[in-house]
C-alpha cells in the first residue's frame, strides 16, 4: 500500500508561480510512474505532467515550457514546478503513481491551485 499526500496550492495572481509537493508513504518510483493530473469544475481530469522510473519527462502541450516535473527520491517526494500561471490552470491538482502492472494504483487527495487575473 502506498500513501500519496500532496501540498503546496493556494491563491496565485496571474504570471505568478507554485510548487507542488507529493510525498510518498515509502519508496516508489523505481518501480512506478509518477504524474500530475489536475481537474477543473466542469472539466474532464486531465493528465499534466509525467516521470518514469528512469526519469523520462513528458508535459501536456498546454504546459509546456511552464511546468516542470522533477523528484528527491531520498524524501520520497514529487514535485510540480508551476510557473508563469494562467487562469486557465486553476484547477484541483492530484498526484498519481501508477504501476507499469496490473497491480493497484494510487492517488493523493489534491490540493486547490487558484489563478486569478
Known amino acids: 500500500q502506498v500513501q500519496l499526500v500532496e501540498s503546496g496550492g493556494g491563491l496565485v495572481q496571474a504570471g505568478g508561480s507554485l510548487r507542488l509537493s507529493c510525498v510518498a508513504s515509502?519508496?516508489?518510483?523505481?518501480?512506478?510512474?509518477m504524474e500530475w493530473y489536475r481537474q477543473a469544475p466542469g472539466r474532464q481530469r486531465e493528465l499534466v505532467a509525467v516521470?518514469?522510473?528512469?526519469?523520462?519527462?513528458n508535459y501536456a502541450s498546454s504546459v509546456k515550457g511552464r511546468f516542470t516535473i522533477s523528484r528527491d527520491n531520498a524524501k520520497n517526494t514529487v514535485y510540480l514546478q508551476m510557473n508563469s500561471l494562467k487562469p486557465e490552470d486553476t484547477a484541483v491538482y492530484f498526484c498519481?503513481?501508477?504501476?507499469?502492472?496490473?497491480?493497484?494504483?494510487?492517488w493523493g487527495q489534491g490540493t486547490q491551485v487558484t489563478v486569478s487575473s
Open positions: 515509502r519508496n516508489i518510483f523505481h518501480i512506478y510512474t
Open positions: 516521470m518514469s522510473t528512469g526519469g523520462t519527462t
Open positions: 498519481h503513481a501508477d504501476p507499469y502492472s496490473n497491480e493497484a494504483d494510487y
